[in-house]
């Protein structure tokens, strides 16, 4: 008990001053709570009115930005609505409804929303710089005329065009060319880059054309050495749904502005892509897949590839290839070569003026979506096919004009002979006009029928020329007008399916049992031709025989370009030293089904024991089955 007396006793009691102290340390501690409270308070409704977005009445702020975008870019903006103005996360203005106008009103921009981000430290001194600006919403009108008279070269050389901005963003807006026709984008939307003198400036971003969508992925220059006349490096990624272009090389402008470089252009369909973008290239709808790639040259006056390679399908072709600019339209140029060529394609429009019966449209001919621009090309190939021809080392040429293709064969190997030809057809006011001429020589006709898909029906070495021209709306009245002529020699060949000598000797014991089957055999001759005149569409057998030391035959008739038939008559005699009567046979029927009938008058008047049964008015026009059956 004592103990526990003496430990009390020893601790020290609290005096009045100990007391006060303490009351004093806990009054500064509450107080310095709500003073960090209070501070605490201020800063956040300084941070949150920084942070919100301030709406200004007074046109101070606009004027500001509005002597920026002059100063530094030339542009005279004009807010029509709302000004607003925030400090955080980072100094920013907006404008509603604005209109822009640059230099020489060489664009306009009207609509839309203009944001700016600042820069923060030139605010402390009243100063405005923006280092992003975005556009939205808006729409742009420019024309192809301002962009050639603006002096690039002064306007990026300007002292104040080295502006702290190194953004401009747009979004969700439209451009016009109001000079080009069907010159309009939407769906806009791009970032344009540049840092300054000694960077270059690239663009990215997308547009839709027509529904689809076209995406610059890579574009970039050098401003700088291009306001000083230097060349400058430039890349440029192209793409859309229908293809893609990429060109790297050197820019210059001035006097001589030029682009120099690799060029790839690469369509997935020529004929789609004609199809989507309304833009009219010669013979566009009659080509599928394309590629040119090589180096490029562009100026003023001209496009030029000096050395090409252009891909048509499957078929790969060499050369030099140029778009001529300085005319009143575009035109392309080319020489080009390929190991291997089809050129089928463009043959469809003339197999099409045939319906499925077999007979001529009538329906009117139109030239103009397969015209399209200007073309004149050179071509040479080792082996090239022309629908169902087939030639080889082949020299032609192909001529398009608006309404207007002319194609020819400057000279052509086929089957052991040489071709040479013309084809052309214009259209004018809805009518037509079709020209076809052409040499060929030593043709092996056999060869020839068999690769076309015939029946070999005769063989031997043919020459010859042909000129058929015709006009009218229709392929069918073409056909009703046309005029021309043909000859054809044929010189040591074969009649194959039919035995003429045979004919002549087995008539000569029993006339009366041609109605047997002939078919089979051959007849051996010297030399064929014949010679047609065509007038109104009906062609005029003028001469046509076929001679052997053993026959004459003789063929006279007419051939219809119109319903495309025949109505002929072949006269087969023996030499002039034998005095037997000649055989005749009817040939007729439709092109591809072409029958040889034994004329039955004539070899019932061969027949002693039949002609006194029929008089001259009873004898039969023709009652026998054909002998030969030919296409």
């Known amino acids: 008990m004592e103990s526990s007396n003496c430990g009390a006793g020893l601790l020290p009691r609290p005096t009045s001053t100990t007391a006060g102290k303490a009351r004093s340390k806990v009054s500064i501690r509450f107080m310095s709570r709500r003073v960090v409270f209070l501070i605490a308070l201020i800063a956040l409704a300084v941070l949150g009115a920084a942070a919100a977005p301030w709406t200004l009445s007074g046109s101070g702020l606009s004027r500001s930005v509005a002597e920026h975008l002059k100063y530094h870019y030339g542009l005279d903006l004009e807010v029509r609505g709302r000004s607003t103005f925030a400090i955080l996360p980072t100094p920013r203005v907006k404008f509603e409804d604005v209109n822009l106008a640059f230099p020489r009103e060489t664009a306009k921009v009207k609509g839309g929303i203009l944001r700016g ?95 689809e969508t076209i995406t610059i992925e890579q574009a970039s220059f050098r401003p700088d050495l291009l306001a000083s006349e230097q060349l400058s490096p430039v890349s440029l990624v192209l793409s859309a749904p229908t293809g893609w272009l990429a060109l790297t090389g050197e820019a210059q402008l001035g006097r001589d502005a030029r682009i120099t470089g690799d060029s790839q252009i690469h369509a997935t369909s020529v004929r789609n892509f004609t199809r989507w973008s309304g833009i009219k290239l010669p013979l566009g709808s009659l080509v599928q897949a394309l590629s040119i790639k090589g180096d490029v040259s562009l100026n003023r006056r001209r496009v030029t590839w000096p050395s090409v390679a252009v891909t048509l399908g499957t078929d790969q072709l060499e050369g030099t290839m140029a778009i001529r600019l300085d005319g009143e339209r575009p035109v392309i140029t080319g020489t080009l070569a390929a190991e291997s060529l089809d050129l089928s394609n463009f043959f469809r429009p003339f197999s099409q003026a045939r319906v499925a019966s077999g007979a001529w449209s ?14 004149d090309l050179r071509l040479s190939a080792t082996t090239a096919h022309l629908g169902r021809v087939r030639v080889e080392n082949m020299a032609a040429s192909v001529l398009v004009r608006p309404g207007s293709i002319e194609a020819s064969i400057g000279r052509a190997d086929l089957h052991q002979g040489t071709l040479k030809g013309r084809l052309s057809v214009a259209t004018r006011e809805g009518v037509a006009e079709f020209r076809s001429q052409g040499t060929f020589d030593g043709v092996d006709m056999a060869a020839f029928l068999g690769f076309m898909g015939e029946a070999r029906w005769i063989t031997g070495r043919a020459q010859g020329q042909f000129l058929l021209e015709g006009t009218g709306e229709t392929p069918a009245e073409m056909m009703r007008r046309a005029q021309g002529r043909s000859t054809i020699t044929i010189q040591e060949g074969e009649l194959i399916g039919l035995a003429l000598d045979d004919a002549l000797r087995r008539l000569e014991k029993r006339p009366l049992l041609a109605s047997l089957n002939w078919r089979g055999g051959r007849t051996p001759f010297d030399q064929a031709q014949a010679q047609i005149l065509v007038k109104n569409g009906v062609g005029e057998i003028a001469d046509a025989r076929l001679a052997s030391p053993s026959l004459l035959t003789t063929l006279a008739g007419q051939v219809s370009l119109v319903d495309r038939t025949l109505n002929l008559k072949a006269d087969v005699s023996a030499p002039a030293q034998n005095p037997s009567p000649s055989i005749l046979f009817d040939v007729n029927g439709g092109w591809d089904n072409v029958t040889v009938t034994p004329d039955a008058r004539s070899l019932i008047q061969r027949s002693g024991a039949a002609k006194p049964l029929f008089g001259p008015d009873r004898l039969p026009q023709s009652s026998l089955q054909p002998i030969v059956n030919a296409q």
């Open 117 to 211: 981000e600042l820069h923060l430290l030139p605010l402390f001194i009243g100063r405005i710089e923006l280092k992003e600006i975005t556009l939205s919403d808006t729409r742009i009108e420019t024309s192809q005329e301002a962009f050639r008279s603006q002096d690039w070269a002064k306007l990026l050389v300007d002292p104040a065009a080295a502006s702290p901005a190194t953004r401009l963003i747009l979004t969700s807006s439209s451009l016009t060319m109001v000079d080009v026709d069907d010159a309009s984008l939407d769906k806009v939307n791009a970032l344009v880059q540049w840092s300054g003198p000694g960077t270059p400036l690239s663009i990215a971003g997308s547009a839709s054309w027509h529904g």
């Open 362 to 375: 009538e329906e009117g001919i139109e030239l103009d979506p397969v015209t399209g621009k200007d073309l």
